[in-house]
């Protein structure tokens, strides 16, 4: 069996084109990284505030798929300063860092001892500009003299060369000053667009160059000041800067906004607290305001921008805290459905958008995901959001809005998503440059036989035929709300048909659980994968099938002890150090936990909750990340991380509160104005759990759910409007 390391090589060695698209990690990095994001815009710097002085790390002021600032160092007397600490604030508006001198000498003599300067580094982002605000006071007896030194640099590189392709040509980079405080930095790319960033300083510098700007300063004992520093991208005119405090101001408000009307969760144990607090927080930072309404980007550093898939599970995961972001995510998608037919792109009338990409090297066609639709789960579940959008809120005006996409949607699903008439779901890629894999394993070797044979095409995945038929029965309960029960009896009719064949082509009795796909000849992938185990919770599984796959997931071949892994130990290409064959993927598991709620499994539910919790509280900031490595848990080891992991993650942020979701049950009924809670139980790591401004029907409730040993008692605590609250056992 070929490791991953291995095949990966072997891939990059024969020029196979999806290997391109491979983030590779090549080195470690000597400081942590944070991360803030703003709608199109984000900056990863080190634990001092730098942007590429530590290497290793994807640093840098991102906006629009383009890095416009590479380089950002702050020097006094020409050394760097010593961390003491940093934090990002709860919500995620703001990262700030202290720094110290370190002894500094001048011909042999100590002219500024370590911990003399105090310096408080603010970094914010706000309208395509970072601001850094330096506090500097001397904490010293004497007077001192300082020069500060300012470094800067855009190398306006696409994403996808900071992930590592490279190209035969670029633009042109020019630079000049703008006295008294502008630094500026120009490129025209190779698409004819004039990107820019205007690097701006206030008070004025001392020295003014195109890459760097000096202060000379005399700070008596006791003194303080402060230099202001705003860095704006524009394709082609930055905005403005604004007043440091107001801009602060503007974003606090603005974030506070976001939020406003969202259900909130406090527990028992202030540790799952932090993280559910964390994970809040990230989602509200990674969504973007659209035209078509507000959208989850997917994730930091590599995929911040529209994804199909990762946005409509995300909306899935969050409709109960707040369905409005489903709305957001449904009008974009259908604003950007494909009409047409193009190979290059993947694209077939109906189909719904993989990802979205405006760098240069997307307008240039040099990589295909400018509008990309090479995912073939993306269509179904669209048609699943949007009927459980209408059955969460009871929307039939968006509903009404939404049904021609759907219809589309439906469309492409019997037509061109079924490549070969069987009445599965397949995909194959249409141009050598796509995505080979378009489900959401979609790594070169995901797709495998139990001796270890990549699948070949077309090839249908288990969870997408899962995925098809409860979008089939989502859209027929949503044609009999428009007034169509014909419609709705015909998609009901081939939901029944669906089920009877799934079960009968994919079940496969010598490894107890659904195939991981059937690959063109319609032979089975006989490999034990966590792709089975989100056919749960859709409900095509027939119900004894269903308990034993659940049953798998919990076991030891699947779980770490930290989370159910994609693929169990012992297959053919298990790997717990690859990204799709056996590593955790926490969204992953929190659709599985669905399932198992699904089929009344909740000590399998608990065994899961209590993994993945415990996993997030050895992660940084309690961030659950993207994925981590496979192992299995040891006595007094964290988990092992994945090195080139996005953190955060959209659904991996998510996941805590999907995991809620499935542990108590929680149903809404607006036409009956009642919010049930299903077989409710609490993880035993919890003993009570309090949802506030648990909303319907313009009405909300407080909710407070005690366990009592194998019981769960539930209490309304306040109700705010006409809402019923009920309990329902068996």
Known sequence: ???????????????????????????????????????????????????????????????????????????????????????????????????????????????????????????????????????????????????LTMLFDGDFADLFEVRGLRRARRGSIARETVPPATARLLYEGLDGKLRRTDVNLSPSPRELGE????????????????????????????????????????????????????????????????MLCRSMSDLYMLISNTPQGRYPYAGIPWYSTTFGRDGLITA????????????????????????????????????????MRSGEMAELGEVPFGLYYGSVDSTPLFVMLAGLYVERTGDEAALAEL????????????????????????????????LANQGWKDSPDAIFHADG?????????????????????????????????????????????LARRFDASFWCPDIGMYALALDGNKEQCRVRSSNAGQVLFTGIAAPERACKVGEAMAGAKFFSGWGIRTIATGEARYNPMSYHNGSVWPHDNALIALGLARCGLKDCLDRVFKGLFDAGNYMEMRRLPELFCGFQRGRGRGPTLYPVACSPQAWASATPFTLIEASIGLQFDPAANEIRLRNPSLPSFLEDIVLRDLQLNGASVDVKLRRHRSSVSVEVVEQRGEVQVSAVFG
């Open 453 to 497: 044979r990549l699948a070949e095409g077309p090839i249908a995945l288990v969870e997408v035929q899962g995925y098809a038929f409860y979008a089939k029965r989502l859209a027929a309960r949503c044609a009999k709300r428009l007034g169509m029960p014909d419609k709705a009896h015909r998609l009901d009719t081939q939901a029944d048909d």
């Open 403 to 434: 049904w021609p996409a759907i219809e589309a949607a439906l469309s492409w699903m019997d037509q061109f998503g079924d490549l070969d008439g069987d009445g599965f779901i397949e995909y194959q890629r249409a141009a050598e440059n796509g």
């Open 211 to 274: 890459t760097s700007a000096a202060y000379q300063i005399e700070l008596a004992s006791g003194q303080a000041t402060t230099i202001d520093l705003s860095i704006a991208c524009g394709e082609p005119q930055p905005p403005q800067p604004v007043a440091p405090l107001r801009a602060m101001r503007t974003v606090y408000r603005n974030r506070r906004a976001a939020s406003r009307n969202v259900t909130t969760v406090t527990t028992s144990n202030d540790l799952f607290n932090e």
């Open 1 to 147: 069996m070929a490791t991953e390391s291995a095949a990966v090589a072997r891939l990059l060695h024969d020029d196979v084109p999806e290997a391109r698209f491979y983030i590779p990690a090549t080195a470690p990095a000597m400081r942590s990284r944070h991360v803030l994001k703003l709608d199109d815009s984000f900056l990863v710097l080190d634990s001092h505030g730098d942007i590429g002085v530590s290497a290793a790390g994807p640093d840098g002021l991102f906006h629009c798929d383009t890095r416009f600032l590479s380089h950002l160092e702050f020097l006094v007397n020409g050394m760097q300063l010593l961390q003491l600490g940093s934090n990002v604030r709860d919500d995620n508006t703001l990262l700030s860092i202290d720094l110290t001198n370190p002894d500094i000498y001048f011909e042999n003599r100590l002219v500024l001892p370590k911990d003399t300067l105090h310096v408080v580094r603010t970094v914010f982002l706000l309208r395509a500009a970072a601001y850094q605000r330096f506090a500097i006071r001397n904490y010293g007896e004497e007077t001192v003299d300082l020069r």
């Open 316 to 355: 899935m995961q969050m409709l109960w805290l707040d369905p409005r972001v489903a709305l957001g995510v449904l009008r974009r998608l259908a604003a950007f459905q494909a009409k047409t037919t193009d190979a290059a792109s993947d694209a077939e009338p109906g189909k719904i958008l993989h990802e």
